[in-house]
């Protein structure tokens, strides 16, 4: 049952990588992402629905507008692929309790949960591009992203009667928007107000995942971000007065807390004898 989920999930998320693309062009711009209808950039012809199948149309038109035979960036169909493996991945990660239940309530409990983590899946794509094109991450998809979080987590918790990963939760959302607030506060030019909101969605799933994945999940980021910053500088493609965005490295870090934070943490105390064996 799990392929299953994992499949579904995967096709889902090809086709939500699709409308990802719209996102991460409109919003930022300010414009509608409910209409006008796609269409070329070029000759404004309307893409049709035959030519927006995620990935395979951009093979089958070989990149190109079907009526002007203006190239297609590369960026659409990754974006979509990057989407479904991600989807696909959420769902090995949470969609268990959904594939084998061990009961309505666990089934429901573990469909809310997994809904939560997939939506995490698309926005952290979404806000990485934009932040990497514009430097900005857009309240229009940051502050929502709280309700969500917050309305999908207490209903599992409810369905579930266990409140302790909601707890954890809420501690953890608090502990990282006042960490990111401090940091801002000290050092305006090295972190966004943009940095502090995204910081306390991320603490809500990194909270809801376990102490270690917060653990790790934060410390990944400032330590993806400066190996970066350092192959920039040995390359040098950038200085150390140059600006990076750190929304996306915020957003890969807590990835990697989410799916093996605990596990690193665990190992991490087992090597110092600090956890039982």
Same mark, same amino acid.
């Given at each position: 049952? =799990? ?20 996102? =991460? ?148 959302? +608090? ?23 995204? +910081? ?14 917060? +653990? ?8 993806? +971000? ?17 600006? =990076? ?33």
């Amino acid at each position: 049952m =799990i392929a299953i989920v994992t499949i579904v999930a995967g096709v889902l998320g090809l086709l939500i990588g699709s409308f990802l693309n719209v996102v =991460i062009y409109r919003v930022p711009a300010g414009k509608s992402i409910a209409s006008p209808p796609s269409a070329c950039p070029n000759c404004g012809a309307r893409v049709a629905g035959y030519d927006n199948v995620p990935v395979l149309s951009w093979l089958v038109l070989r990149g190109r507008c079907r009526s002007c035979a203006t190239p297609i960036s590369a960026r659409y169909p990754v974006i979509e692929l990057a989407t479904g493996v991600g989807f696909a991945g959420v769902a090995l990660l949470f969609g268990h309790p959904v594939a084998v239940p061990s009961g309505a309530a666990g089934a429901a409990s573990g469909l809310l949960v997994l809904v939560a983590f997939l939506y995490f899946a698309a926005i952290s794509i979404a806000l990485a591009m934009i932040d990497i094109d514009t430097h900005r991450l857009p309240n229009a998809i940051v502050l929502p992203s709280y309700l969500v979080a917050i309305v999908l987590f207490v209903a599992s918790a409810v369905v579930s009667g266990d409140y302790t990963p909601l707890i954890r939760a809420g501690i953890a959302m +608090a502990i990282l928007f006042v960490a990111y607030f401090a940091m801002a506060f000290v050092y305006p030019a090295g972190m966004g107000l943009g940095d502090v909101k995204l +910081a306390g969605v991320i603490g809500l799933y990194l909270g809801w995942t376990g102490w270690g994945a917060l +653990a790790v999940g934060a410390f990944a980021a400032f330590i993806l +971000a400066g190996l970066f910053a350092i192959v920039l500088i040995v390359s040098r493609r950038a200085n150390r007065k140059s600006g =990076i965005p750190f929304g996306p490295w915020m957003l890969i870090g807590a990835w990697f807390g989410v799916a093996i934070g605990n596990a690193v943490f665990d190992g991490y105390l087992r090597l110092f004898g600090l956890a039982a064996a």
